[in-house]
Structure formats: C-alpha cells, structure tokens
C-alpha cells in the first residue's frame, strides 16, 4: 500500500466517498468517525496526511488538530480541512491550529487528490 491517510468525519458518506477516491489512487486510508476516534486511531499508526472535518461530535476538527500538533509524530503532518465551512474566521481558527489547508464541501474528487499529491506525494 500507499502512503497512508487518515480521514475524519461524522457522515458515513463523506467518510466512504473519500476512502474511495484516495483508495483509487493508491494510498492506504484510515478512516475515523469524529476528532476522538482519530486521536485514538493516530497514536496506533501513523499517518502521512489527515483530512478532517470541522462540525463533529465529542473532539471538533479544531481541537483535533491542535491535540495532533501537540504530537511530536504529527508536528509537521499535513492537516487539510475538510468541511462545508467558508466563513473567514473559521479558516484562521483552522490555520491558527495548525492547518495546512482547507476545502469545502462538495469537493469534486479530483480536486482532493490534487491536494493530497502536491502534500504528500
């Protein structure tokens, strides 16, 4: 297998149209259902990327990303955001956590996996 991503999000769709598209393109995906099953999922192997959603029960994307970077493992991991948020001050409230980068949804697969080849390769 790939490089290996985990993918966080609460709908199983998103979560499985991902894992399709990465798939697809050769990479191993993880896949989490909110921000603490990933952390969880994180510390048992490590990922080359994570895709998070933002809106999630129990641990939101912010504070998952904030917990990873806190992880000397994920310090320079990229965390791309992945969420139907638009709005100015919640792309800033990602980066200031330690985002790499933001897409919203709907996203058109090729789109993610560009992202995901110019981060990781």
Known sequence: MGKRILSVDDSTSIRQLVQFTLEKEGYEVVSAVDGRDAIQKAKGKHADMVITDLNMPNVDG???????RSDPDYRFTPIVMLTTESALEKKDAGKNAGATGWIVKPFKPEQLIAVVKRLIG
């Open 62 to 68: 912010i504070e998952l990303i904030r917990s990873l």
